[in-house]
Nanobody, 120 residues
């Protein structure tokens, strides 16, 4: 079983930065893609950023130019750095991993979420 643990959320002021970390553990055979999603109160979960095994990246329009996603393959970790935070960035942020647990079986795995609150 693959498990994800996020860290790095908290209360930040508008204009500040935050770095979220996600550590994956368990039977990881091959990672297809890693990503960060967020869900604000009353809204659906949305993609924030994604990075593939080939290091291609994709960002939501709302965070382009303010967010950077990166991976540490040796440690099965993925990070999200967000700058110039706005109150609209307030949400629970979830780490996502699409990976094979063996040569044939793959799945989408989720962390428990970390709250980011942007307020003065």
């Amino acid at each position: 079983q693959i498990q994800l643990v996020e860290s790095g959320g908290g209360l930040v002021q508008p204009g500040e930065s935050v770095t979220l970390s996600c550590a994956a553990s368990g039977a990881i055979f091959r990672i297809v893609a890693s990503g960060w999603y967020r869900q604000a109160p009353g809204k659906e979960r949305e993609l924030v950023a994604q990075i593939t095994a080939g290091h291609s990246t994709n960002y939501a329009d709302s965070v382009k130019g303010r967010a950077t996603i990166s991976r540490d393959n040796a440690n099965n970790a993925v990070y999200l750095r967000m700058n110039s935070l706005k109150p609209d960035d307030t949400a629970v942020y979830y780490c996502n991993l699409r990976a094979y647990s063996d040569y044939r079986n793959w799945g989408d795995y989720w962390g428990q979420g970390t709250q980011v609150t942007v307020a003065s």
